[in-house]
Every structure is written in C-alpha cells, then in structure tokens.
C-alpha cells in the first residue's frame, strides 16, 4: 500500500507561482513513475505531467509546456510540481499519483495506468 500526500494549493493571482508536493510512503519510491494530473469543476480529470523513475525524463501536456516542471527527490520520497506562470484555467484540484510497476524510462500519461492517488490539492488562480 503507497499512500500520497499532495501539499502546497492556494489561490494565487493569474502569472503569479505556486509549488506543489507530493509524500510518498514505503521503500521503493525510486521504483515508482509519477503523475499530476489535475479536474476542474464539471470536467474530466486530465493529464498534467509525468516523470520517470530516476527521474531523467518528463513528459507535459501542451497547455503547460514551458510553464510548469516536474521533480523528484528519490532520497526524500517526494515529488513536485513548480507551477508558473499561472492562468485561472489551471484551476483545479490536482491529484499526485504513482505507477509502482513502472519500466525504467517510460513515461505514463494515462490515468488508468496508475495505482494510487492522493487526495488532491487545490489551486485557484484569480484573473
């Protein structure tokens, strides 16, 4: 059993920066591929980001290429996300997810290949 803590929502002004974390329990983080992924009120849940176990590759959605980075810290258990850049159509609850059989160096964009969730934070950005 993995369990996900996600920290680090707000509301923050449209262009401004928020950074997201994610806990992870247990003893094979660095095992794990890891996802954001994120739903707004009334829509499906989408695809944020992902990265690879050790962490040498990432993978973004279009809408926030360029905006938004994903990290690791194997040695801690922890993965983040640094937002920037903010629109209010980033609003929504984002989830942290992991993928604990994962290949080394594939990336996971779908949300049926992951095996546990957080809880969700949420960002509002205000226009």
């Known amino acids: 059993q993995v369990q996900l803590v996600e920290s680090g929502g707000g509301l923050v002004q449209a262009g401004g920066s928020v950074r997201l974390s994610c806990a992870a329990s247990g003893r094979s983080f660095s095992n794990y591929a890891m996802g954001w992924f994120r739903q707004a009120p009334g829509k499906e849940r989408e695809f944020v980001a992902t990265i690879t176990r050790s962490g040498a590759s990432t993978y973004y959605v279009d809408s926030v290429q360029g905006r938004f980075i994903i990290s690791r810290d194997n040695a801690k258990n922890t993965v983040s996300l640094q937002m920037n850049s903010l629109k209010p159509e980033d609003t929504a609850v984002y989830y942290c997810?992991?993928?604990?059989?994962?290949?080394?160096?594939?990336?996971?964009?779908?949300?049926?290949?992951?095996?546990?969730w957080g809880q969700g934070t949420q960002v509002t950005v205000s226009s």
């Open positions: 997810a992991a993928r604990t059989y994962a290949s080394n160096g594939l990336l996971y964009t779908r949300a049926r290949e992951y095996d546990y």
